[in-house]
């Protein structure tokens, strides 16, 4: 069955904590004494307990916690705006690596650690914080001000029924993990997570296991996530979002012709272009020499589309700002023109752990890491961080949308606009001003 949809994302941010060998030591039994069924159990304080008993005693052991925050619009502003920044570190640590296409999310990733700091404590928390670039909106502000931020957002973005963006969290967790009642009320209750148990000592059953469950959850667009399980790992936190967006205006099939692309001086490739002549949003910046082009879908994301001058996508990365990013959208005016886009699709993956340290988040990745939070009987430690992101973007659409004639600005455009050399785009939601993707099309053929 084909899909109707223009646009398809899927984006998934794992990271896996280990226990570290050194510490976990502390938990061997002495010789000679006899092993336990169960791991043992504090019923008076009741500070930490078997996911098993979480499950089956939730309601009865704990009361998911309530606030009543106003949040105003100078703390959305700021939050947004730190994430998009964030997203541009990431992405430039990323792209510097690899010469081909990039695409990620940087607000998954974001997610991912924001749910991480809900257990973590002292220099791993401010770490995280600091890397993720949200440290003005942690503990020294309102309390828990950071996750009623992103359940925000998520719930903003999620609820709109004119976007078609689904977003999830889970967390499986070695079978026999005693976790802290706390981390699991707030981490359901701020990011809605979904806990489920895992042997990691059966590496290929809980590998098939998590795979599977992302293989269901991203309607089969994502296969094989993971490649292999660590059988000391204890808990792997995963958060995933998937949109599906239409155009408003779509590109005719019937125009569509093979074109040529320009990956760089010398080497050339054949590649579908689609062309549709109507009136775009779109601006020029001579400071940074590249042409803005705004692509609408249906609900309230776009695509920015950014043609540097002369292929210099390199230059422009290293530019990206959120606050240039604000401009060019105030910039954007109406304009008839002729425009030429590729169709491409693009499957990234990544392990960005080493990233993560190059932003400052060291200590979350030591033996020294505190995630006390999470659990009191095992020293944890991220041990990697994963990322995939898979993008198809094509002519079709389920609805044509009527677009309003304007009278044409006297802007010094060009009249014909063809993406035919490496280009930048960024998706995002347009009523909080979040960066959902960015990536990078150097080859429009290559996945």
């Given at each position: ?71 105003d ?14 997203g541009?570190n ?12 990039v ?46 931020l992103?359940?925000?957002?998520w ?101 569509t ?10 080497i ?179 996945f």
């Amino acid at each position: 069955m084909k899909l109707k949809m223009r646009l398809l994302f899927l984006l998934i941010s794992g990271v896996f904590m280990m226990s570290a060998v050194a510490d976990r030591r502390r938990f061997q039994r002495p010789p000679g004494e006899r092993a336990n069924p169960k791991p043992k159990q504090f019923p008076q304080q009741r500070d930490s307990f078997h996911l098993q008993d979480f499950e089956y005693r939730e309601e009865a052991s704990m009361v998911p916690p309530t606030e009543q925050s106003i949040i105003d619009t100078e703390t959305i502003h700021m939050f947004t705006e730190k994430n998009t920044e964030f997203g541009f570190n990431l992405f430039r640590k990323i792209a510097n690596l690899h010469e081909d296409n990039v695409f990620i999310s940087p607000i998954t990733v974001s997610s991912v650690f924001a749910m991480l700091s809900l257990g973590a404590e002292q220099d791993t928390y401010n770490e995280i914080l600091k890397g993720i670039n949200l440290q003005d909106l942690g503990r020294n502000t309102q309390q828990d001000l950071l996750h009623i931020l992103f359940q925000w957002l998520w719930n903003n973005m999620t609820q709109n029924h004119e976007v078609p963006l689904s977003q999830g969290s889970d967390l499986f967790v070695q079978d026999n993990l005693e976790l802290k009642p706390t981390f699991l009320n707030r981490s359901r209750h701020f990011y809605n997570v979904k806990v489920t148990p895992v042997n990691f000592q059966q590496t290929s059953l809980t590998k098939d296991i998590i795979n599977q469950h992302i293989y269901n959850k991203t309607n089969g667009k994502i296969h094989r996530f993971l490649e292999s399980v660590d059988s000391d790992s204890k808990l792997m936190l995963i958060n995933y979002i998937l949109f599906k967006g239409s155009w408003v205006a779509p590109f005719n099939p019937n125009f569509t012709e093979d074109g040529t692309f320009y990956v760089n001086t010398y080497i050339k490739v054949n590649v579908p272009m689609m062309f549709k002549e109507d009136y775009f949003l779109v601006t020029h910046d001579k400071t940074h020499s590249c042409t803005i082009l705004k692509l609408p879908y249906k609900g309230s994301v776009s695509m920015l589309i950014l043609v540097p001058k002369d292929a210099e996508y390199l230059l422009l990365e290293d530019e990206l700002r959120a606050e240039l990013i604000e401009k060019w959208i105030e910039d954007l005016h109406p304009r008839k023109m002729e425009l030429y886009f590729p169709k491409f699709k693009l499957d990234k993956s990544y392990k960005i752990a080493k990233k993560f340290r190059q932003l400052g988040i060291t200590t979350p990745f030591m033996n020294t890491a505190n995630f006390s939070g999470i659990s009191s009987t095992e020293q944890l430690k991220i041990s990697q961080v994963f990322h995939r992101a898979v993008i198809e973007v094509n002519e079709r659409g389920t609805e044509a949308a009527a677009v309003t004639a304007v009278t044409a600005t006297a802007y010094s455009l060009p009249k014909i606009l063809r993406v035919e050399h490496p280009f930048l785009f960024i998706i995002y939601e347009e009523t909080t001003k979040t960066v959902l993707f960015i990536g990078r099309v150097k080859d429009p053929t290559k996945f």
